[in-house]
């Protein structure tokens, strides 16, 4: 079941801190209360909350800085990938931390987020945006560093059926890459489309929300699931809210 009521607490303790953009482990939060799966990701405060954190996930973990206001957290030294051991880990911790003051000396650090690290899968995109004349719209398309180089996308106005999204899924130039081309496994197309369809359905229903963004979400052979492994998501301004 869906948890709208941790959903809006998280909105609403944005809103009290004046941010209209959530962090990306809050918006993991926000997506797993709406059984959207992403990466397991827990928040560190020091050195010894990310050695347990990885314990918990199990090694090779991700460590990202947690910043609401570092956003762009591969500006700053501030994600590290692949990570093998307690060492490793807490040598990052450091280097994270290190590196946000001395770029960012007055910002808010919460410490740092230890994710799942998943190794293969296709990697792709799941946006919604705002439309001035139709509203929130729903993305697909490649993802990962390709996005931008490719534009290979589709689009469609949410909320969106099984069969829609199986369309916006076809109609990509690299929709050959989740089928198995050239001798490779398919991907599970099946997880793919629920998330879509999730995605969908929160655009509609959560009307705070004015912009998602899943790059990358990690496609797995068929029957082995996806998550997103970034997240961010953007809420519309009070005034907007009210209008409503």
Same mark, same amino acid.
């Given at each position: 079941? *869906?948890?709208?009521?941790?959903? !809006? #607490?998280? =909105?609403?303790?944005? &809103? $009290?801190?004046?941010?209209?953009?959530?962090?990306?482990?809050?918006?993991?939060?926000?997506?797993?209360?709406?059984?959207?799966?992403?990466?397991?990701?827990?928040?560190?405060?020091?050195?010894?909350?990310?050695?347990?954190?990885?314990?918990?996930?199990?090694?090779?973990?991700?460590?990202?800085?947690?910043?609401?206001?570092?956003?762009?957290?591969?500006?700053?030294?501030?994600?590290?990938?692949?990570?093998?051991?307690?060492?490793?880990?807490?040598?990052?911790?450091?280097?994270?931390?290190?590196?946000?003051?001395?770029?960012?000396?007055?910002?808010? *650090?919460?410490?740092?987020?230890? !994710? #799942?690290? =998943?190794?293969?899968? &296709? $990697?792709?995109?799941?946006?919604?945006?705002?439309?001035?004349?139709?509203?929130?719209?729903?993305?697909?398309?490649?993802?990962?560093?390709?996005?931008?180089?490719?534009?290979?996308?589709?689009?469609?106005?949410?909320?969106?059926?099984?069969?829609?999204?199986?369309?916006?899924?076809?109609?990509?130039?690299?929709?050959?890459?989740?089928?198995?081309?050239?001798?490779?496994?398919?991907?599970?197309?099946?997880?793919?489309?629920?998330?879509?369809?999730?995605?969908?359905?929160?655009?509609?229903?959560?009307?705070?929300?004015?912009?998602?963004?899943?790059?990358?979400?990690?496609?797995?052979?068929?029957?082995?699931?996806?998550?997103?492994?970034?997240?961010?998501?953007?809420?519309?301004?009070?005034?907007?809210?009210?209008?409503?």
């Amino acid at each position: 079941m *869906t948890d709208e009521e941790a959903i !809006q #607490e998280i =909105i609403e303790s944005a &809103r $009290e801190d004046e941010r209209t953009e959530l962090t990306e482990y809050e918006s993991k939060q926000l997506l797993s209360a709406w059984e959207i799966p992403t990466t397991r990701t827990r928040l560190a405060g020091n050195k010894l909350e990310a050695v347990r954190a990885a314990r918990i996930i199990k090694y090779p973990v991700v460590a990202k800085i947690a910043s609401p206001e570092i956003l762009h957290k591969s500006d700053v030294g501030g994600v590290k990938v692949g990570l093998a051991s307690e060492i490793e880990v807490r040598h990052a911790f450091d280097d994270m931390i290190a590196n946000a003051k001395a770029q960012y000396p007055d910002a808010e *650090t919460w410490g740092v987020t230890v !994710q #799942e690290f =998943i190794p293969g899968g &296709r $990697e792709v995109i799941i946006g919604v945006s705002q439309d001035p004349s139709f509203g929130p719209t729903l993305m697909f398309g490649i993802g990962g560093i390709w996005v931008e180089v490719l534009e290979d996308v589709s689009f469609r106005l949410p909320p969106i059926s099984d069969e829609e999204a199986r369309k916006m899924i076809q109609e990509i130039k690299g929709y050959p890459t989740l089928t198995g081309a050239r001798g490779g496994s398919p991907a599970d197309i099946d997880a793919l489309s629920e998330i879509l369809q999730k995605i969908s359905q929160l655009a509609m229903e959560i009307d705070q929300i004015s912009e998602i963004d899943l790059n990358p979400v990690f496609v797995l052979d068929e029957g082995e699931g996806a998550k997103a492994a970034d997240a961010r998501i953007i809420l519309k301004e009070p005034k907007e809210d009210n209008e409503e």
